[in-house]
């Protein structure tokens, strides 16, 4: 009996020592009269266009973040002059919250979202954010919208963390004020085939001393042009190559990228500019799990053709927020196409694992799920 009250005890400490945290950051919440969500169509759910009915906000100024709060979604008022529009200082996060067997919405790593963010933020010459202050304010807005979660396999709400630079000011330098706000989306599954990519050999996405590990808009602003070209072409995304060979894989459009070649599996390795992917760094760790050997080491285009033709090349796929996994059939590059494979059983696997611990219908071994049980204040 005495175990049993000091178990209650420590239960009891750890939970009001998380309400005092959050209550430290004083989150303030405003809720909209009428909820949307009644109208949308949880099976038509049309990509990256709905949004729920609050967000989150933080404001930026004399050093210091303040005001954290969750309100209604509504229009920002921006200054033309704002420094964002002008000199790009805007980075951003992408997460999902899903629900678990029991109707419990979870948060995938949300840590590591913080800690990637002010990475963008230290290389954007932006402050950084608190993360405990980041992942709370992404609970409370998961259990505000808690009804906007679909409940169908491969959906989720989409969340979208973000910063930018609102001083109004003409001038090069970093802005000395911000906001840091956190949007939702539900959102199906981003790719419901097998996809092509087009290797790039005339634009580049990033180099080495550039922002190609930080999450900012302008590296993406850079690659819409050449996406769209590869659209045209018949392919689905652009597989990047290094800037000063065009032979290096860096990563695709919006993945990192795995290739199985002898029963390896082999991702490009971080040097600067490929993104550090959380869904890449989770599958790393799920295919070690499974017994695969997993090589982070720098792979050409050539290489990927010679497995290709000498029937080595097993699988190759895409990971990342949006898209999950991404089985990739082909790659095309100037005139020729490289086959992939038709099927992608370690994929497969994979995608089931990630999703299974996901949704709590496989057991979390990593300790990678957070939930978000009832809003704390």
Known sequence: MRESHKKIATLFRASQWQINKIMKHNISIKRVAK???????????????????????????NGQWNNPRVEPLALIPTHPAAMALHYGQAI?????????????????????????????????????????LFVEGLKQLVAVERAWIPPQDGCALYLRPFMYADEP???????????????????????????????????????????????????YAAAIRPTELAKAKGYDQVLWLDAVEHKYIQEVGTMNIFFKI??????????????????????????????????????????????????????????????????????????????????SPVGLDVNETLNGIKTG???????????????LV
């Open 92 to 132: 951003f996060e992408g997460m999902k919250s899903t629900l678990d067997t029991e109707g419990i919405p979870m948060l995938f790593r949300p840590e590591k979202n913080a800690a990637r963010l002010n990475s963008s933020a230290d290389r954007m010459g932006m402050p950084n954010f608190p993360e405990d």
């Open 262 to 343: 002898e029963g390896k599996f082999i991702t490009p390795k971080r040097d600067g500019s490929i993104l550090n992917g959380i869904t890449r760094m989770s599958v790393i760790d799920i295919l070690k799990h499974k017994g695969f050997e997993v090589m982070e080491r720098p792979i050409t285009i050539d290489e990927i053709k010679e497995a290709s033709s000498n029937g080595t090349l097993e699988e190759a796929f895409g990971t990342g927020t949006a898209v999950g996994i991404a089985y990739i059939q082909e790659i095309g590059i100037d005139d020729e196409t490289i086959h992939v494979s038709n099927e």
């Open 361 to 375: 219908k496989i057991k979390d071994s990593f300790n990678w799920m957070v939930k978000v049980e009832k809003e």
């Open 169 to 219: 000011f003409i001038g090069m330098r970093a802005a000395t004020s911000f906001k840091f706000i956190i949007i939702a989306s539900p959102s199906g599954p981003f790719f419901n085939k097998r996809i092509k990519l087009f290797a790039e050999t005339k634009y580049i996405r990033a180099a080495e001393g550039g922002t190609g590990e930080a999450k900012a808009a302008g590296n």
């Open 35 to 61: 909820s949307k969500v009644e109208s949308l169509d949880f099976n038509n759910i049309p990509l990256g266009r709905t949004f729920t009915d609050h967000m989150f906000i933080c404001d930026y100024e």
